[in-house]
C-alpha cells in the first residue's frame, strides 16, 4: 500500500511565504509525474502545478513567478515553495502522483489528504 503525507500549511499573512512537502511511503518501485491541486471552498479542486520525474515543470498562471515545485527522488517527497501569497490562494492542497508499486509493478495514481493553506490578515 502506499501513503502520500502532506505538511507544512498553516496560517499565513498576504506577502508571506510557505512550503509545503508531500513524503510518499509504501511498497514504491517507482514514482512518476507528481502533481500538486488545490480546492478552496466552494469551488473545484485545479490543478497548481506538475513536475515529471525527470524535473520537468508546468504552472497554473494563477502561481507563475510565485510557486516553485521540486522533488527529491531519493527521498520520495515532493515540495512546493509558495511565496507572495494571496489571500486567492487559501485552499486545501493535495499531491498526486503516479507510482507503481510491489509486487505486481501496477501504476497508479494516489491522493494524499491535504494540508490548509490560509492567508489572511
Known amino acids: 500500500q502506499v501513503q502520500l503525507v502532506e505538511s507544512g500549511g498553516g496560517l499565513v499573512q498576504p506577502g508571506g511565504s510557505l512550503r509545503l512537502s508531500c513524503a510518499a511511503s509504501?511498497?514504491?518501485?517507482?514514482?512518476?509525474?507528481m502533481a500538486w491541486y488545490r480546492q478552496a471552498p466552494g469551488k473545484q479542486r485545479e490543478l497548481v502545478t506538475t513536475i515529471t520525474s525527470g524535473g520537468s515543470t508546468n504552472y497554473a498562471d494563477s502561481v507563475k513567478g510565485r510557486f516553485t515545485i521540486s522533488r527529491d527522488n531519493a527521498k520520495n517527497t515532493l515540495y512546493l515553495q509558495m511565496n507572495s501569497l494571496k489571500p486567492e490562494d487559501t485552499a486545501v492542497y493535495h499531491c498526486?502522483?503516479?507510482?507503481?508499486?510491489?509486487?505486481?509493478?501496477?501504476?497508479?495514481?494516489?491522493w494524499g489528504r491535504g494540508t490548509q493553506v490560509t492567508v489572511s490578515s
Open positions: 498526486n502522483a503516479d507510482i507503481t508499486v510491489l509486487p505486481g509493478f501496477q501504476r497508479g495514481n494516489y
Open positions: 509504501g511498497s514504491i518501485f517507482s514514482i512518476y509525474a
